[in-house]
């Protein structure tokens, strides 16, 4: 750092004056640790800083990339739990599918094992468990669900019709969103179209 000319003796004297030789060569000598420290001061701010971040980043991405996930599979979720329920389960068995279906619908009936584990070793009711979990979810999607699954299950309403309803609601989603991916994408398609055909156009009215 002295041969770049970063830091000079003077630098690190703090206006001190050197009445002799010998004490010009005092604070140069005490420099070189003053350097050191100063140094690792910095790099061991920016390590830190960097440590820091990485930790407080790592469950944030985690927790993202869950939502993401489960934002996906709903649709498929809700749509299984329909036919659960046409085919005569009640809401705990519905529950307890859910959870089973890990291999099917991952990070969603990962989400529904949480509920069946509270209810199973620690006899949380599971009306509860369903108030907790959808407190505790990364996913705002999958929160509303359980909420009103709740509010259903608490007032005694058709569960297969409550079902029903988010299903079709979940379908008509998907499918906006779908329409909307086509026709940004055939947007995309028409630019790059009239970009490719931009320098013909332009070298033939040049010619």
């Avoid at 910095?42 to 790592?58: C, E, K, L, P």
């Avoid at 749509?79 to 329920?85: C, G, R, V």
């Avoid at 529904?112 to 509270?118: A, G, H, P, R």
């Amino acid at each position: 750092m002295f041969e770049l000319g970063l830091i000079t003796p003077e630098t690190l004297s703090l206006g001190i004056p050197a009445g002799s030789a010998e004490m010009a060569a005092t604070l140069k000598a005490a420099t070189v640790p003053a350097v050191i420290l100063l140094s690792g001061l910095v790099f061991g701010s920016i390590g830190f800083g960097m440590g820091f971040g990485t930790i407080v980043a790592i469950p944030y991405s985690r927790a993202s990339a869950r939502e993401r996930e489960i934002n996906m599979l709903l649709s498929d979720s809700v749509s299984y739990m329909y036919a659960l329920s046409v085919g005569g389960l009640n809401q705990l068995e519905i529950l307890e599918s859910m959870a089973d279906a890990d291999d099917t619908y991952g990070e969603v009936a990962k989400e529904f094992q949480s509920i069946v584990n509270e209810t199973e070793y620690f006899g949380t009711d599971y009306r509860n468990a369903v108030r907790k979990q959808s407190m505790e979810t990364p996913s705002d999607e999958l929160s509303q669900f359980l909420t009103d699954m709740l509010s259903i299950i608490n007032s005694g309403g058709d569960m297969e019709q409550f079902l029903y309803d988010k299903k079709e609601k979940h379908m008509r989603t998907a499918k906006q969103e779908q329409e909307t991916t086509l026709e940004t994408l055939e947007l995309f398609g028409e630019m790059y179209m009239t970009l490719s055909l931009f320098p013909c156009c332009s070298s033939s009215f040049s010619s």
